[in-house]
């Protein structure tokens, strides 16, 4: 098939538009990468405390997407397939999270999962603690980020043709099988799309994480710590080693996920 | 055997209501319908991917009105086929084959058999299946590298794979073009033989229902208005909406009736399609005017009216000991079309008849508008039936 | 979205459209030169009594619009003196922070050194906070919070010594507590083992250097608890995962919490008291990022004030100042039972500007 070679007007004008889009998220990342010499970026990050606190941020944002997957997942399906008295209350319950500021959220966590809230105190008597505590790390980014898996996961879902299940129970499968052997697979791109998403959003995290469990340190509390007692030089190489970690990360992610195009070819009888 | 008694369904704001429907094992049964009349509904609720608001659904002797599709047994394949886009072909026929499958109850009657007896793998029975559907160089494929026709073949062995109790088939050749449809119907009629298969088969298609229907069923806005054989129901249907479904345009509303000892002579009166209004008086070999008590319908075939010329060529034989004297009407070509094998014409009496006669028997007598011609209507073509 | 209609979206877009434009149009503009906006960066622990001030002076002075920015009370000078931002109004918790990085530092634009005066116009004292709830809130007093607060079990809250000066304070306090109830072992007790690298306390001829360093960070499961601001350990003693924090008296009082008032010895809040407040350092010990390493010896709380070189409308600051300093400002600031004095005292009356030099006495 030949590929359209003559650009339009329209694409000149789209792509101007998208690359001052472009250049606005860029600036910044490269005003911090070339803010600090060389030397003061490898001593800034050579730092224990950063590279462990890159880890800590990066698994409890994988934590909490993990534990979004399972519980958000199931909840995700049910929205798209099923209709019940309710079904705007929950989804803008789900979405909730996303127009809370971020410290209120912290706030209303603390409440819940402190050693004397509603939660905290009857799991802290197992030994399960918030606040100062990864956990309760895992639990703000959880909070605050799981509204785009869910969101994500249930789009996804509501686009896999409804039929193909009914089919596939007609054929003898039970519904997880039917949800296993169709839906799942049909899907599985999407709500792997809503994970990485989540789990971005996730390593952003401030607010919340601030309040309810400002130790150990993620990356964005260490930056803003660094930040606010050293100065803008000190935050800079850590907020530059962020910016490139994750620019990478997430341009990896794409390059799996994203199917190539597979060739177009026509089927006997015309392509009917 | 697969029963409907009672049934109640509700979609939406439509609703389907079938009294009583059966179906004997190895029947190919047609569900005849306009769109929109409740024939996706049908069958989903067969398959158990619907449930209704009331009555039963028999498989046999069990009562499957409350198991859910995967214990029912129920093959179905929709209009647009919903092949898995992402399995190939064989894992397409081979899906219900899989462990995964819960188990229909064993034994029931009138499951389809495959035409082997022998003990078979899974990958033997999807390689025998697609070898019987002529698809068996497509096992690797994936469905959005197949044409129309092949699609339809997969789905339907993914269907006959399971050995159902009963093969659903949601207006599978709608999506076709000409040729590749009737292909197929005659591939269906020979793998429900081979197969000896219960199918339900729903079409908005008449010539369709009158191949492959052993029996046929008319499914308009959600309620069966006639069950029988196809030629059966065209040569009587049970009432305006069915006529009108199954091709006759010649409904006229009786305005007066008389019984006799040897014959009933209707007056029979409208205005059809833009002619003038007028009546006529017939005579009908029906009887069943005196049963109807309110408004009743004549309904005549327009292949079943004698055309004759003005110069007296008739268009085709007229039955043995005609009366030629009754019903005999003259009126005037109003408009005249031609197609490949027929000719349809209105002829304008008052009022207009429909009359279809062959082509070249059109073309021979030189019909053209404002010719002026005689009809001849037997007295038994006359059909009557209420509203 | 898949849940919205087309026409929801249009007049969801409509709705924000007309908010924005709305939000537009009401602000404030100093553009046309009719509202001045004045930013206000002060120690978090004036946020409460400021908030009054903001109300009051913006309903005596239409014309004028407060922006109050609470930080800790060296991030806010950092703002200035480091990132080089404007401000209108500078307010520290210790003063002596405002001529240790503003009095050398210069802004680039002008060349000129951020400040060359400040007023000094409050006191504080340190206290020891708790909530009914906590562990062995019956039985704390006085005379034993030290001993209790290094029980077993208990969580003490205690702000970063390296972004408040409340933190320092906090550690100088206990410190001093040390030899008031002669526990010489107190410091130790309190806070050795708790940090991954460890505040150094060693003696010299002029008293005890506590030496900070510069990566302070608590071990898990330690018993005290680091924020960066004393503010953010109040909603920890509420919900119950810290039981003591360190605050001062003033935003103790202000938020009705229970509390332990600090003997004079320790409180670093009586000018009597200030050979003994004197006899403890805490020194930030780093030398990488911080343009000077500051030392702060122990002295009685006073808070400080000043008007940057850079601000923008200085003549509006000088009006918020009066209005601080004088009846209003100290009517507000006794409502919320924080301690002022008055005359306030300056160590450069001659630079002052002139409306402000009626409220002030020339000191050190």
Redesign the interface.
């Known amino acids: 098939m030949n590929r359209i070679r003559v650009l339009s007007r329209m694409d000149w004008v789209f792509s101007f538009v998208g690359l001052v889009l472009l250049l606005f998220i860029l600036a910044p990342l490269v005003a911090t990468i070339f803010a600090s010499s060389p030397r003061d970026f490898a001593e800034g990050v050579a730092d224990k405390g950063v590279l462990t606190s890159l880890w800590l941020t990066f698994a409890a944002a994988f934590v909490a997407t993990v534990i979004a997957l399972f519980l958000g997942v199931p909840l995700a399906y049910l929205l798209a397939r099923r209709e019940f008295p309710g079904k705007n209350l929950i989804q803008g319950l789900i979405d909730l999270p996303i127009i809370i500021p971020h410290t209120a959220a912290g706030v209303a966590l603390l409440m819940v999962f402190g050693r004397r809230g509603v939660l905290g105190e009857p799991l802290a008597s197992v030994g399960l603690y918030f606040t100062e505590n990864f956990a309760g790390i895992v639990v703000a980014m959880l909070f605050v980020s799981l509204p785009l898996l869910v969101d994500t996961a249930q789009e996804t879902f509501s686009l896999v043709d409804r039929r193909l299940e009914g089919v596939a129970r007609t054929l003898g499968a039970s519904p997880w099988s039917a949800f296993g052997r169709v839906t799942l697979p049909l899907a599985w791109r999407g709500i792997v799309a809503g994970s990485v998403l989540m789990w971005a959003r996730g390593i952003s995290e401030f607010g919340a994480v601030v309040i309810l469990a400002y130790n150990p340190k993620t990356v964005s509390v260490l930056i803003y710590e660094r930040f606010a007692g050293f100065g803008l030089s000190a935050a800079l190489p850590v907020t530059a080693l962020l910016l490139i970690l994750a620019l990478v990360i997430l341009v990896l992610t794409r390059a799996v996920l994203v199917p190539r195009q597979r060739v177009d070819r026509p089927g006997r009888g015309g392509g009917k | 055997m697969i029963r409907l008694e009672g049934l109640q369904v509700q979609a939406g704001d439509f609703s389907l209501s079938v009294d009583d429907l059966s179906i004997t094992p190895g029947e190919y049964v047609m569900v005849l319908g306009p769109t929109a009349s409740g024939k996706t509904v049908l069958l ?1 609720t067969v ?3 619907r449930r209704p608001q009331g009555g039963r659904v028999w498989f046999g002797s069990r009562d499957v009105t409350g198991e ?3 214990r ?5 394949v ?1 209009q647009d086929y ?1 092949l ?3 399995l190939n072909v064989a894992q397409n026929i081979g ?2 084959l899989r462990p ?5 109850a064993a034994g029931s009657e009138g499951r389809s058999r495959a035409t082997s007896r022998r003990p078979q793998g899974t990958g033997g029975r999807v390689g025998e299946l697609a070898g019987l559907l002529g698809i068996d160089g497509l096992l690797q494929r994936y469905p ?7 699609r339809q073949r997969v789905a339907l062995a ?2 006959l ?2 050995e159902p109790e009963v093969l659903l088939l949601d207006e599978p050749l709608s ?3 000409g040729p ?1 449809r009737l292909e197929l119907q005659k591939e269906l009629k020979r793998l429900q033989r081979e197969f000896q298969a219960t199918v339900m088969h729903v079409t908005h298609d008449l010539d369709e229902a009158l191949t492959l229907g052993d029996r046929m069923a008319v499914l308009i806005n959600g309620r069966l208005h006639q069950v029988g054989p196809p030629s059966e129901v065209i040569r009587h249907p049970a009432d305006g909406d069915v006529a009108l479904l199954t091709g006759v345009t010649n409904v006229f509303p009786i305005i007066s009736a008389v019984v006799d000892r040897e014959c009933t002579r209707i007056r029979l009166g409208g205005v059809k399609g833009g002619g003038t209004s007028g009546e006529v008086e017939l005579i009908v070999a029906s009887t069943t005017v005196g049963q109807l008590g309110g408004a009743a319908l004549a309904i005549i075939r327009p292949e079943e009216i004698v055309l004759l010329s003005g110069e007296g060529v008739i268009a085709r034989p007229i039955p043995e000991a005609g009366v030629l004297s009754e019903n005999l009407l003259e009126g005037v070509v109003w408009e005249i079309q031609l197609q490949s094998v027929h000719a349809s014409l209105e002829i304008d009496v008052p009022p207009v008849f429909s009359v279809h006669v062959l082509r070249p028997d059109a073309q021979r007598m030189c019909l053209a508008a404002g010719s002026r011609v005689r009809l001849w209507i037997p007295p038994e073509v006359v059909h009557v039936c209420p509203v | 979205m898949h849940r919205l209609s087309r026409s929801s979206v249009l007049l969801l877009l409509a709705l924000i459209a007309a908010t924005a434009l709305l939000c537009v149009g009401c602000s404030d503009s100093t553009g046309d030169g009719r509202k001045a906006s004045l930013r206000v960066l002060f120690a978090g622990s004036l946020i409460i009594p400021f908030a009054q001030l903001e109300n009051e002076f913006e309903a005596a002075y239409p014309e004028i619009d407060v922006n109050m920015e609470g930080h800790g009370s060296i991030q806010a000078i950092r703002i200035v003196g480091d990132l080089h931002e404007q401000a209108d109004l500078v307010v520290t918790a210790d003063y002596k922070l405002i001529p240790m990085l503003l009095y050398e530092a210069e802004d680039p634009d002008s060349g000129l050194p951020y400040s060359d005066w400040i007023v000094i116009f409050a006191t504080n004292e340190m206290a020891l906070a708790y909530s009914p709830d906590s562990a062995f809130a019956d039985e704390v007093s006085a005379d034993n919070w030290f001993e209790i607060m290094n029980r077993p079990g208990v969580r003490l809250g205690c702000s970063d010594p390296r972004l408040d000066a409340n933190g320092y304070r906090a550690l100088m306090t206990v410190k001093l507590a040390e030899a008031l109830y002669d526990k010489p072992e107190l410091f130790t007790e309190t806070f050795g083992g708790v940090f991954r690298v460890p505040i150094r306390a060693t003696e010299t001829s002029a008293g005890t250097l506590m030496s900070v360093p510069e990566v302070l960070e608590t071990k898990s499961g330690s018993h005290v608890v680091l924020r960066p601001y004393s503010v953010s350990l109040l909603p920890l003693l509420k919900s119950g995962d810290i039981d003591y924090a360190f605050e001062y008296e003033s935003v103790i009082k202000q938020r009705g919490l229970e509390y332990v008032p600090l003997p004079p010895e320790v409180d670093l809040g009586d000018p009597e008291y200030a050979a003994t407040y004197g006899a403890v350092t805490v020194k930030l010990n780093f030398q990488r990022f911080a343009s000077v390493k500051p030392e702060f010896t122990g002295e009685p709380i006073r808070y400080g004030v000043t008007i940057p070189s850079n601000a923008r409308e200085p003549e509006a600051a000088e009006l918020l100042l009066a209005f601080l300093l004088g009846p209003e400002g100290q009517r507000i600031m006794a409502e919320n039972y924080h301690p002022m004095i008055s005359p306030a005292v300056t160590d450069n009356l001659s630079d002052l500007p002139e409306s402000i030099k009626a409220f002030c006495t020339s000191g050190d």
Do not use: K
């Open positions: 989903e398959a158990g991917l859910p599709p995967e029912r047994g129920a093959g179905l929709y919903a898995f886009p992402h899906f219900g995964g499958r819960t188990q229909a959005d590298g197949l044409s129309g026709g092949e993914r269907a794979a399971i999506a076709l073009d590749t």
